[in-house]
């Protein structure tokens, strides 16, 4: 049985989806006013821990993600560029699948953008004038909060102080200032603007969700997700407009991610602490490495992102990796008298039981590692056979659905070196053994081997040793992060 802390509830509750063994998911996409940020990758990374954990277990999974590309923060970018808002968003939307990829995750059902929803959102706001939750003032239409009775159920807030009538017009604002918001922006110079029955003028954020989740999964689904962030005002709007509209709940389950921070501060350019997935590759780590420490922390803990985090993470990976490798390289026939068998589904038993609880990823980590060693001891007494390491593989193959991090064994290069390196300037300082890798790798590339190759950048890097290619060949430097 699948258990899930519901943010509506306060509760861990058993997980029963409306329709049996089929999961409607909304989980909320990129706002494409900037490339996305580590952050918003921990948030779409437990997201894919949680849909693929479901596909693993059965369920058939339709998931939506939006993609915010007219808000506040857009049409500012877009104006100081003095360029439209396709034209600006265009980019970050390139970069957001890019990325995803990168990092394994798998895609979307659906991608709706809010710009092509406009008749969905009007539909909606239409609704809610003539029930009376929305009303007019100076051309813009706000949703009115004391109309709806259980608004501030999700987000918990106080609204004994609320003052009556008190509106705004900012998409976000924070919880001091709750007030009614704006479902309708009354058209301004330099702004986009609609005309579709209501008035001229463009959507609030939150009606672009409630528009496009019932739109692709019906008026009632499954899970909603999204990053603290997201709690209040967002996600309390969206149910206040959908269910008020429809009538109907609007979801049963809410799942949230605690936040990312960076060396325990929060991300912000001004403190030259706020990284893109690029900015840490270019520092030579593998992205599924930045995968594995993303979805490695359980996502109701904030996660303080460091280098030595990322190394740690990584050490992890090459350590199933060489394991994996091993498990392949074993050729002997005849079985031992240790059956793995048993081993193999008592891990798989942990495995399960963990993330069945509330995604708690440490305990199905442990239950994997716990296997590992046990099974290496077997090894040195010669108990492994082909078969039986067919078995474990098989095992980790299944994992690897969920998990998605491609462990690869990162074996030694030293003492294959046949040939001149064609390293570059520096070539002269470098120490033989690491010039061996270098030239290790080359030959490795020239042979398509590129998981050899890579696995040898990783572990120069793991040395502090960065690989440069160059036109004029490979160069190296000494890098920060990681140890030497
Ligand atoms: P945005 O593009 O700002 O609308 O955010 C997209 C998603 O990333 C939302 O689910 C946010 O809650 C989430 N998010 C933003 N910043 C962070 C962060 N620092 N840590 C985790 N999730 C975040
Ligand atoms: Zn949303």
Redesign the pocket.
């Known amino acids: 049985m699948i258990r899930f802390y519901n943010t509506l509830t306060g509760r861990v509750e058993p997980f029963e989806p409306i329709e049996p063994g089929v999961v409607k998911l909304y989980?909320?996409?990129?706002?494409?006013?900037?490339f996305?940020?580590?952050?918003?990758?921990?948030?779409?990374a437990?997201?894919d821990l949680l849909k693929r954990f479901l596909l693993f277990s059965g369920f058939k999974v339709t998931h939506v993600m939006n993609i915010?590309d007219v808000d506040d923060?857009t049409i500012r970018g877009a104006n100081a560029k003095g360029v439209g808002l396709e034209e600006y968003t265009r980019p970050f939307i390139e970069a957001f699948r890019k990325d995803r990829d990168t990092l394994n995750i798998l895609p979307a059902d659906h991608y709706p953008r809010a710009t092509e929803h406009i008749r969905e959102m009007v539909e909606i706001i239409k609704v809610l004038l003539e029930k009376g939750f929305a009303y007019r003032r100076d051309g813009s239409i706000y949703f009115a909060i004391d109309k709806f009775p259980s608004y501030g159920g999700l987000s918990k807030i106080n609204l004994e102080d609320l003052r009556p009538g008190s509106r705004g017009d900012a998409d976000e604002y924070e919880k001091e200032s709750v007030h009614d918001f704006a479902l309708w922006k009354a058209p301004k110079e330099g702004e986009p603007s609609w005309d579709e029955g209501i008035g001229p003028g463009r959507p609030g954020w939150h009606i672009e969700c409630s528009a496009m989740s019932s739109k692709y999964l019906g008026r009632t689904f499954d899970i909603h997700?999204?990053?603290?962030?997201?709690i209040f005002p967002?996600h309390e709007n969206e149910i206040a407009q959908s269910e008020a509209a429809n009538g109907v709940k609007f979801v049963n389950y809410w799942l949230?991610?605690?936040?990312?921070?960076v060396d325990g501060e929060?991300?912000a350019k001004s403190k030259g602490n706020f990284y893109t997935l690029s900015d840490i590759l270019a520092t030579g780590y593998d992205p599924l490495d930045v995968r594995y420490l993303l979805i490695s922390t359980h996502y109701r803990k904030m996660?303080n992102f460091t280098f030595e985090a990322l190394e740690q993470a990584k050490a992890a990976r090459s350590r199933l990796g060489n394991f994996l490798g091993d498990l392949e390289d074993v050729t002997k026939e005849p079985d031992g008298n240790q059956d793995v068998r048993p081993l193999v589904e008592n891990a798989r038993a942990g495995f399960v039981a963990g993330l069945e609880d509330d995604l708690n990823i440490s305990e199905s980590l442990a239950a994997l590692f716990s296997l590992v060693k046990m099974i290496y001891p077997l090894f040195s007494q010669g108990e492994i056979s082909r078969r039986q390491a067919e078995t474990v593989l098989g095992f980790f193959s299944s994992v690897e659905n969920v998990l998605a991090v491609k462990p690869s064994p990162v074996r030694s290069a030293s003492g294959t070196v046949t040939g001149v390196s064609d390293a570059g300037g520096k070539a002269t300082v470098l120490e033989s053994e690491v010039q061996a890798k270098i030239e290790a790798r080359r030959k490795a590339r020239t042979d398509k081997n590129f998981a050899l190759a890579d696995a040898i950048r990783q572990e120069l890097l793991s040395q502090g040793i960065l690989l440069e290619d160059t036109k004029d060949g490979v160069r190296w430097k000494k890098v920060g992060p990681s140890k030497t």
């Open positions: 989980t909320c996409g990129p706002t494409v006013y900037d996305p940020h580590i952050g918003n990758w921990r948030a779409y437990f997201e915010t923060k997700c999204g990053g603290v962030d997201n967002h949230h991610c605690h936040h990312l921070v929060k991300m996660l």
